[in-house]
C-alpha cells in the first residue's frame, strides 16, 4: 500500500476550520484517498472519501491536490465532538475485499 | 440509522481459554471485517469475509483464529487458546457493495479482550 505522512497533532479553536494535510507522493493513479476518524474509545468511523476531484458531504470537505500527492481534510466549523484521531488512508483494488490499512493518524484537539 | 453492532463491549478470559466475539454486520452488507486495536497502538487488520469464505488475512490472524458467520446476521470471531497479548480492542466491520476500494467500511464499537 502506497504510504501516507500526517502530522502526529493539531490543535484547533471550537467553531473555527480545521484543515488537516495529508501527503501521499507514491500515490497511483488506481488509489482512493479515503479519511476515517476515531473519537475516543469508539471504533473507526468513516469520514469522506475521494479518487481525483474535490468532495464535499455533511461531515466535511476532501480537497485533492491536482497532482493527487496530497489531500487536506477540512472540517468546516470544529466542535468539541470533532476531537479525534483522523486517519488518512490509500486504498486500490487488488483483487479482493480490500482492508484498510491505518497510520498512527493525527490526534485533533478542539479547545472550547 | 443502521449500525454495527459488537458483543460482549467487554470480555474478560484466563490465559488458554476460547473467546468468541460476536458482531452483528449492517443487514445488506455483504463484506465482512476483523480489526483489532492494542491499548495506544494502530488499528490492525486481521482477516476479511465475503461469500462465506476468508477473502484476505493478516499475518496476525494465524491458526488460533477463525471466523464464522453461523447465521444470516451474526459473524463471529473465535480465538481458541487465549494468550495475554491478544489482549486488545476487537473492531467488527462491514461494508455495502463490492468490498473494493472505493467503498465504504462501518464499524462497530467493539469489544474489549482482556486476558489474565
Known amino acids: 500500500d502506497a504510504k501516507t505522512t500526517q502530522p502526529n497533532s493539531m490543535e484547533s479553536n471550537e467553531e473555527e476550520p480545521v484543515h488537516l494535510p495529508c501527503n501521499h507522493s507514491t500515490i497511483s493513479g488506481t488509489d482512493y484517498i479515503h479519511w476515517y476518524r476515531q473519537l475516543p474509545s469508539q471504533g473507526p468511523e468513516y469520514v469522506i472519501h475521494g479518487l481525483t476531484s474535490n468532495v464535499n458531504n455533511r461531515m466535511a470537505s476532501l480537497a485533492i491536490a491536482e497532482d493527487r500527492k496530497s489531500s487536506t481534510l477540512i472540517l468546516h466549523r470544529a466542535t468539541l465532538r470533532d476531537a479525534a484521531v483522523y486517519y488518512c488512508i490509500l486504498r486500490r483494488y487488488q483483487g479482493g475485499s480490500e482492508k484498510l490499512v491505518f497510520g498512527k493518524g493525527t490526534k485533533l484537539t478542539v479547545n472550547p | 440509522e443502521p449500525e454495527v453492532t459488537q458483543t460482549p463491549s467487554h470480555q474478560v478470559t484466563q490465559m488458554g481459554q476460547e473467546v468468541i466475539l460476536r458482531c452483528v454486520p449492517i443487514?445488506?452488507?455483504?463484506?465482512f471485517y476483523w480489526y483489532r486495536q492494542i491499548l495506544g497502538q494502530k488499528v490492525e487488520f486481521l482477516v476479511s469475509f465475503y461469500n462465506n469464505e476468508i477473502s484476505e488475512k493478516s499475518e496476525i490472524f494465524d491458526d488460533q483464529f477463525s471466523v464464522e458467520r453461523p447465521d444470516g446476521s451474526n459473524f463471529t470471531l473465535k480465538i481458541r487458546s487465549t494468550k495475554l497479548e491478544d489482549s486488545a480492542m476487537y473492531f467488527c466491520?462491514?461494508?455495502?457493495?463490492?468490498?473494493?476500494?472505493?467503498?465504504?467500511?462501518?464499524f462497530g464499537p467493539g469489544t474489549r479482550l482482556t486476558v489474565l
Open positions: 466491520a462491514s461494508s455495502e457493495r463490492t468490498g473494493g476500494p472505493g467503498d465504504t467500511q462501518y
Open positions: 443487514s445488506n452488507h455483504l463484506y
